[in-house]
Antibody, heavy 117, light 113 residues
Framework: QVQLVESGGGLVKPGGSLRLSCAAS????????MSWVRQAPGKGLEWVAK????????DYTDSVKGRFTISRDNAKNSLHLQLISLRADDTAVYYC??????????WGQGTLVTVSS | DIVMTQTPLSLSVTPGQPASISCKSS???????????LYWYLQKPGQPPQPLIY???KRSSGVAERFSGSGSGTDFTLKISRVEAEDVGVYYC??????????FGPGTIVDIK
């Protein structure tokens, strides 16, 4: 069955950096666009970034452009999100999600990123 | 950018009774390819979202028949014919007609009376 397992979250100071990872299994990873979606505590869902199957096309929501970088390693079935210049409003659970062309059909359990001094 | 709104924002339902959630978009979600990229998700407490409906009216794999989606253009509806206790959570609509951007509605909290 499809499994997406995120890791790398934690507490970081404003201006700091973090690298999130998502280990995928149960499907042919290289066949699918992949995305990151986040959810601030007690708030709704916000799409963050997506990457094409071979990693040549990436898109980002405006609030993270220039600060976040999505990447993938198809040989290792892994998805990553590099976060720099973190701000308090980046605090959220970050979900790895399969899809990115039109919708997300499988989601991981998420990893919590807390930006606080 | 397309803005999604949902009404009501919260709903308390008696088990066995129907429920309905409205989702409206600020622009038509009819794509030039003829499809309407409107989706519904349910986020149960403590869980990630799970897909319910895709392309406005098609049930995702494994979704119970009591869930149905309808609508076109800018107005969409999710209906639950007979609410069960396991249906509690937050329901989100999402558009991807304006890809590469994905936009979620604010969510509708459904609980059981």
């Amino acid at each position: 069955q499809v499994q997406l397992v995120e890791s790398g979250g934690g507490l970081v100071k404003p201006g700091g950096s973090l690298r999130l990872s998502c280990a995928a299994s149960g499907f042919t990873f290289s066949d699918y666009y992949m995305s990151w979606v986040r959810q601030a505590p007690g708030k709704g869902l916000e799409w963050v970034a997506k990457i094409s199957t071979i990693g040549t096309t990436m898109d980002y929501t405006d609030s993270v452009k220039g600060r976040f970088t999505i990447s993938r390693d198809n040989a290792k079935n892994s998805l990553h999100l590099q976060l720099i210049s973190l701000r308090a409003d980046d605090t959220a659970v970050y979900y790895c999600a399969r899809g990115g062309l039109r919708y997300f059909d499988h989601w991981g359990q998420g990893t919590l990123v807390t930006v606080s001094s | 950018d397309i803005v999604m709104t949902q009404t009501p924002l919260s709903l308390s339902v008696t088990p066995g009774q129907p429920a309905s959630i409205s989702c409206k978009s600020s622009q038509s979600l009819l794509h030039s390819d003829g499809k309407t990229y409107l989706y519904w998700y349910l986020q149960k407490p403590g869980q990630p979202p799970q897909p319910l409906i895709y392309e406005a009216s098609k049930r995702s794999s494994g979704v119970a028949e009591r869930f149905s989606g309808s609508g076109s253009g800018t107005d969409f509806t999710l209906k639950i014919s007979r609410v069960e206790a396991e249906d509690v959570g937050v329901y989100y609509c999402m558009q991807s007609t304006q890809a590469p951007l994905f936009t979620f509605g604010p969510g509708t909290i459904v609980d059981i009376k």
